[in-house]
Every structure is written in structure tokens, then in C-alpha cells.
């Protein structure tokens, strides 16, 4: 069975860098063909894929958000980090991690997930 979970700060200030991390269990995130991807979901809005690292290293970004996003990983500790840059309120939301199990784009689909974090709220205010 294949664990996720999400971790780090749930308050962060307009302009400065979110940062989270994906800790997997029972299972390597550097095997078999997965896209360990971020989404998130403002209040009141659809959930959003954020962009994701593949088991090979690769990483793809939504391009909305592409010039502030970056995500790696640390393959010793199995995880997978999140960095949002310039963050502003519109920023607000619950953000999880989650195993794709395949790539057909940008938009969101449950059915392309196998496994999700229990999910962080993270807002953005001074």
C-alpha cells in the first residue's frame, strides 16, 4: 500500500517561497512509470495539477505556473519537494500530493490518480 504524505509550513507571507514536501511510503519514487505530481485546490475552486517529477527525473509544469514552480526530489529519503515562488493570497489553498499513473495534459482528472496525500492548507497572508 502506497502512502503519501504532505508536510511543511501552513502560513506563509505574500512574496516568499512556499515550500512542502511529499513523503512516499511503500513504494519507490524512482521505479516503474508514475508522475508524482502537486495539486491543489483554492477555497471554493477545482483542483488544480500543479505540475509533477517522473520516476526517471523528469519534471513537467503546468505553465501557468510554470515560471514560479519547481519540483524535485531527494531519491534517499524517497520524497518529492514542492517550491512556489512569489507567493500571493491567490496562492491560498489546500495542496496535496499524489502518484499519476499517466500524462494526458494539463487538466485535472481523478481518474488519473492512484494514490493522494491527506492534503496541507496553506494560506498566504501577512
Known amino acids: 500500500q502506497v502512502q503519501l504524505r504532505e508536510s511543511g509550513p501552513g502560513l506563509v507571507k505574500p512574496s516568499q517561497t512556499l515550500s512542502l514536501t511529499c513523503t512516499v511510503s511503500?513504494?519507490?519514487?524512482?521505479?516503474?512509470?508514475?508522475?508524482w505530481s502537486w495539486i491543489r485546490q483554492p477555497p471554493g475552486k477545482g483542483v488544480e495539477w500543479m505540475g509533477a517529477?517522473?520516476?526517471?527525473?523528469?519534471?513537467y509544469y503546468n505553465p501557468s505556473l510554470k515560471s514560479r514552480t519547481s519540483i524535485f526530489r531527494h531519491t534517499s529519503k524517497n520524497q518529492f519537494t514542492l517550491q512556489l515562488s512569489s507567493v500571493t493570497p491567490e496562492d491560498t489553498a489546500v495542496y496535496y500530493c499524489?502518484?499519476?499513473?499517466?500524462?494526458?495534459?494539463?487538466?485535472?482528472?481523478?481518474?488519473?490518480?492512484?494514490?493522494r496525500g491527506q492534503g496541507t492548507q496553506v494560506t498566504v497572508s501577512s
Open positions: 499524489a502518484r499519476r499513473t499517466r500524462y494526458t495534459g494539463t487538466r485535472y482528472y481523478s481518474s488519473e490518480y492512484d494514490y
Open positions: 511503500g513504494g519507490s519514487i524512482t521505479t516503474n512509470s508514475y508522475l
Open positions: 517529477i517522473h520516476s526517471n527525473g523528469a519534471t
